[in-house]
């Protein structure tokens, strides 16, 4: 069947939002002073932002291989999978699918859930709510990595606790939203049938360090691939954000340098700043960029990070609430869709994205309130 062509209407309406955007950002900073700032901030964030990110996917690629060769994963899944039930309404196999995530990120509950020994143990609103409950966990410790790396300690924890909780509401909002569209799924199964052979441990037969080392290598290669992969959610959505968010220089003029923008996100955040500040306890209106980054991609979302510290727009409970958030959400967006498509239910993919805004919402709010109540303690 002939792919649809899009309708000229649709490529008038597109050139007609690129040209008054750009516009819109050339009138005020000049078109080529634009330009050099587009160009000169995706190349900085490529250098100093990118391959520092892509460090810590190496590094914490290589710990998260390591700890499923020699069975720490397995243990934390031993240790988690009674909470899976009372919190989550999933059975405790599903423990397996956050470690899984949270060493990588949101695609690895898809390719568990292929597996059919895995997927027999749940209902069909169940299984589908594994998109919900593994995005929330998704690059989880890649983010915490790095906001350790920035000097802050017990914020990103805090943070994964609002992570948590966001989760629960994520999930179940999502298993609500399945059985009152399809309530036979409610007792169907997922897969009906269990392979009953057994995974041979390969990993025995070679020796302690040939096990360290494959383990090390393989996960390195796919932190570099990971780093890879957030590349253009970098450069292109925090540019973009940067431009809407940043100011003139410090001189009030536009020199054409990195990082350098029209200030409109944080104009727009400004009218409405109270419902941020007493929501999630921003400050500065500028902060509310994070959240709207981490919408499409959280890599992007983490190299806005160093700016808002060295301006002294984040404090203590900013990093909670953008641990959260970015956990929780972690480029829902631009994978729900892809996830549930994989799994065969892409009709579900606004409830899902419905479900999962609620609960990174929910994420940043319980964020918030406990790093007020450690800062009391």
């Not at 909002?173 to 041979?200: G, T, V, W």
């Not at 393989?218 to 253009?232: C, F």
């Not at 209106?285 to 980054?293: G, K, N, Q, Y």
Request: proline share 3%.
């Amino acid at each position: 069947m002939a792919k649809k062509q899009p309708s000229i209407w649709s490529g008038i309406i597109c050139l007609t939002i690129v040209v008054a955007l750009f516009g819109y950002i050339g009138s005020i900073m000049g078109v080529p002073q634009m330009l050099n700032t587009i160009m000169k901030t995706a190349h900085d964030l490529l250098l100093n932002t990118v391959f520092y990110l892509m460090g810590i996917c190496v590094i914490t690629g290589a710990l998260g291989r390591i700890f499923v060769e020699f069975g720490v994963v397995r243990m934390l899944e031993i240790v988690l999978r009674p909470l899976m039930k009372p919190l989550f309404n999933l059975p405790g196999v599903a423990s397996l699918g956050a470690v899984m995530t949270f060493l990588s990120d949101n695609p690895a509950i898809i390719s568990l859930s292929q597996d059919k020994r895995f997927s027999s143990y749940f209902k069909k609103y169940q299984f589908i709510s594994l998109t919900n409950f593994g995005t929330a966990f998704g690059m989880g410790l890649l983010v915490i990595v790095f906001m350790v790396g920035q000097g802050y300690y017990a914020e990103p924890f805090i943070g994964l606790f609002g992570a948590m909780c966001g989760c629960i509401v994520s999930t179940r909002l999502m298993q609500r939203f399945i059985i009152k569209s399809y309530p036979a799924y409610l007792q169907e199964c997922a897969c009906e049938e269990a392979l009953e052979e057994e995974i041979e441990n390969e990993s025995e037969e070679k020796s302690l360090f040939t096990r360290i080392l494959n383990a090390l290598l393989d996960g390195g290669r796919t932190g570099v691939d990971v780093g890879l992969a957030i590349i253009p959610g970098v450069l292109i959505i925090s540019t973009f954000v940067m431009i809407l968010t940043f100011g003139a220089s410090a001189d009030g003029t536009y020199t054409g340098a990195a990082y350098e923008g029209v200030e409109l996100l944080p104009l727009l955040a400004g009218k409405v700043n109270f419902i941020f500040e007493w929501l999630f306890g921003f400050q500065d209106p500028h902060l509310i960029a994070f959240p709207i980054t981490a919408l499409g991609a959280v890599g992007a979302a983490l190299s806005l990070i160093p700016s808002f510290v060295a301006e002294g727009w984040a404090n203590g409970n900013a990093i909670a609430v953008f641990t959260a958030i970015g956990m929780c959400w972690s480029g829902y967006l631009s994978t729900h869709t892809a996830m549930l498509d994989s799994l065969g239910y892409r009709e579900l993919t606004s409830k899902a994205i419905l479900a999962h805004t609620i609960g990174g919402i929910v994420a940043a709010i319980v964020a918030h309130l406990a790093f007020m109540l450690y800062s009391i303690l």
